[in-house]
């Protein structure tokens, strides 16, 4: 069973940083796609960023471009996403999600930040951004 478990949400000033973790079990990281998304209240679930394999690039939603990093560590079945220069539009819930590249390989490079390429998900953590 799939399962992903977040972590490392919390409340920063504006400019700072957050490290999000995102804990996969019951899968083989490397054969899976791992994405961050993220949804205010009223608002549809959007990408931020995803990693399709290890060898691969990863994506960026055009606002995080250049303050957001992602990566992944296979051997520990994490995924994070550093979160630097956090802004007053940051706040959201923040899912990291799962998709298996064999299944999805084809969509997810050409729609690789769509939630519904996207099978497994986590809880989501909390990003609060406030002075």
């Known amino acids: 069973q799939v399962q992903l478990v977040e972590s490392g949400g919390g409340s920063v000033q504006p400019g700072g940083s957050l490290r999000l973790s995102c804990a996969a079990s019951?899968?083989?990281?490397?054969?899976?796609?791992i994405g961050w998304f993220r949804q205010v209240p009223g608002k549809e679930r959007e990408g931020v960023s995803c990693?399709?394999?290890?060898?691969?690039?990863?994506y960026y939603e055009d606002s995080v471009q250049g303050r957001f990093t992602i990566s992944r560590d296979n051997a520990k079945k994490t995924v994070y996403l550093q979160m630097n220069s956090l802004k007053p539009d940051d706040p959201a819930v923040y899912y990291c999600?799962?998709?298996?590249?064999?299944?999805?390989?084809?969509?997810?490079?050409?729609?690789?930040?769509?939630?519904?390429?996207?099978?497994?998900w986590g809880q989501g953590t909390q990003v609060t951004v406030s002075s």
């Open positions: 990693i399709i394999s290890s060898r691969g690039s990863p």
């Open positions: 019951g899968l083989t990281l490397n054969e899976y796609a």
């Open positions: 999600a799962a998709s298996r590249f064999a299944t999805k390989g084809r969509r997810l490079m050409v729609l690789p930040l769509a939630p519904n390429n996207y099978d497994y």
